[in-house]
């Protein structure tokens, strides 16, 4: 069981301040979606939540241990994190894109151990990528990309999973399949915590909504708490209409 | 196939090594190399052989491994390919510590105190460009960088123009050009320390230069330690391309190709071309070196201005070929 806990979360870029006090925990098998209008946060936080930003105030634990205490190396073992729109630098092929991902089971110097080698394969099946492991990673198009990316941050098994707008730039077929991965990976046990701007895509996977607005916290809790017109009317500053049918909320905005 | 990568170069450098030794205006045969090599007996063909053509056969591959090297590091560093080891500022800094030795006519009194004074002068510039990036990212260390060579370029530029006499102007000339000409084991010993002492910090760079290709903060979320990176390759090309400017003077586009040439070798990933850069980079500088030899005193051509006019085109082919090839 694992469970990654902010307090407080507190952050100022210049003047603005970008987060203002935000609490929020993401815990083992369930999927938190982080909601919210441009601006609002979303980035700032899951970089704060995954180690790489440190807040102005606040405190973050990974079972119950401060992040950061936690040796940069043994904390990628345990959490993964993808920022939006992840390109590659170089035309790499994607198995070793791939096995990036792995980078902090490496050695400094000599070969990989033989437990995580068979760990590429098993991803690359995972996310379709079989046919596509020699392709250079830099022609690949934008669905195979995100694809590619979400192999490389699960390769590790991480118990905690941060995705910054997995969906940003794919068409609904491969948006969807990203988002029934990481649905997957939660019950699967991990703990997935991803921003999401598309709310029938939040409806259809998330556990738990983190609602954002202006830096501050609008509102959290299982999904169909969140997902509600009045609050939703008011995070975005705009008339919706949620239909809930099948168990599934859809979510239409405008009169 | 990648297998072959390294000993192959490796190859390719002891066949130029050894035509190396041949070269020169007494041209020797291998015979003659190979006695004298095998002979202590004190002889002529010993005595240039030892004392001249091998510590600038030495000279070559050291120089031409860590530009190779550094300008692997910095691309990889960077993710730009057309960063190379003068980025930081080291080759304009060492070319100023040159000129003021020469210019204060410190270089006619004792025969180190140009490469001792250029050496100096590297290591200060990139001190300046690491204090003035410090609090900066990747692009902070690329604008102080490039600020700091054109503060050292104007240096230049400024003792030539005020040169006392013709021939001061000259003999700065001449060394920007870059040479390994007249070059002695007291320069290898100078600058043997200082290429080691970088090309060992820029080793360490390979793992997280390839965590890099997935870009800053992927890399970050990965355990590397993006800062470290950073210094111990600014550390690594101030010591090793500060000593080899130091010796040789400005030879450009070393660094700028041989990384080229070495990644397409190794699938492109950054770590694993800093080996074959470094050894592409030897093998560039020697092949360069021999063809200055070749083409005789009488013409005295220059290595860093043969390197020059055979690397831009080359270069120019590279790009419009990256382009096509490149989304």
Redesign the interface.
């Known amino acids: 069981m694992t469970r990654l806990a902010l307090g407080g979360i507190t952050h100022r870029r210049g003047a603005r301040t970008v987060l203002a006090g935000v609490d929020a925990a993401f815990e083992s098998g369930r999927l938190t979606a982080v909601i919210g209008p441009n601006g609002a946060g979303k980035s700032t936080l899951l970089a704060i939540a995954a180690g790489l930003l440190r807040p102005d105030a606040g405190t973050i634990t990974l079972d119950e241990r401060a992040i950061r205490a936690i040796p940069p190396r043994e904390l990628a073992a345990v959490r993964a994190y993808l920022p939006q729109s992840p390109r590659a630098e170089w035309p790499v092929r994607v198995e070793r894109l791939v096995a990036l991902g792995l980078s902090q089971h490496l050695p400094v110097f000599g070969p990989l151990p033989g437990r995580w080698r068979l760990a590429v394969s098993g991803a690359l099946a995972r996310f379709d990528l079989i046919a596509l492991r020699d392709r250079p990673a830099t022609r690949l198009s934008g669905g195979e990309l995100a694809r590619a990316m979400l192999a490389r941050a699960v390769v590790g098994e991480p118990r905690v999973l941060i995705v910054d707008e997995p969906s940003a730039g794919l068409d609904p077929r491969h948006a969807h399949e990203a988002a029934r991965q990481l649905r997957a990976l939660a019950d699967d046990g991990c703990a997935v915590v991803v921003a999401l701007h598309d709310l029938d895509l939040v409806s259809r996977i998330a556990d738990d909504v983190v609602a954002l607005k202006d830096g501050r916290l609008h509102a959290s809790g299982p999904a169909e708490a969140v997902l509600t017109e009045p609050t939703l009317g008011a995070l975005y500053d705009m008339p919706v209409r949620v239909d809930r049918a099948g168990g599934r909320a859809s979510v239409r905005f405008g009169d | 196939m990648r297998r072959l990568v390294l000993p192959l170069l490796t190859l390719a450098i002891l066949a130029l090594a050894a035509a190396s030794l041949l070269a020169g205006p007494v041209w020797l045969s291998p015979a003659t190399v190979a006695a004298a090599l095998a002979d202590p007996q004190p002889s002529l063909a010993r005595l240039l052989i030892v004392e001249v053509r091998l510590p600038r056969l030495v000279l070559s591959l050291m120089v031409g491994a860590i530009l190779g090297l550094a300008g692997a590091v910095l691309q990889g560093l960077l993710?730009n390919p057309l960063a190379e080891p003068g980025l930081l500022g080291a080759s304009s800094g060492a070319s100023l510590g040159a000129v003021i030795a020469i210019y204060y006519g410190f270089a006619a009194s004792a025969g180190l105190a140009t490469p001792i004074f250029a050496l100096v002068g590297a290591l200060v510039a990139v001190g300046i460009a690491f204090a003035l990036s410090r609090t900066g990212g990747t692009l902070s260390l690329i604008l102080a960088g490039v600020a700091v060579s054109t503060l050292a370029s104007a240096g230049v530029s400024l003792a030539l123009n005020l040169a006392p006499n013709p021939f001061a102007a000259y003999e700065i000339v001449t060394w920007l050009m870059g040479s390994l000409a007249d070059r002695s084991w007291d320069h290898v010993t100078l600058a043997a320390p200082f290429i080691a002492l970088g090309a060992t910090l820029l080793a360490?760079t390979a793992?997280g230069l390839?965590?890099?290709?997935?870009?800053e903060?992927?890399?970050?979320?990965?355990?590397?330690?993006v800062s470290r990176l950073r210094l111990l390759a600014l550390i690594g090309t101030a010591a090793g391309v500060g000593a080899a400017t130091a010796v040789t003077g400005a030879v450009g586009f070393v660094g700028l190709i041989a990384p080229h040439l070495a990644?397409p070798l190794v699938?492109?990933?950054?770590g694993a071309a800093l080996a074959p850069a470094a050894l592409i980079g030897a093998a560039l500088v020697l092949a360069a070196d021999v063809a200055t030899k070749i083409a005789g005193p009488a013409l005295d051509l220059k290595l860093g201005v043969l390197i020059a006019v055979v690397g831009a085109p080359f270069f120019l082919w590279l790009v419009l070929r990256v382009r096509q090839?490149?989304?």
């Open positions: 993710r360490f793992r390839d965590a890099l290709t997935l870009g903060r992927q890399a970050e979320s990965l355990g590397v330690d990644r699938g492109h990933r950054p090839v490149a989304p």
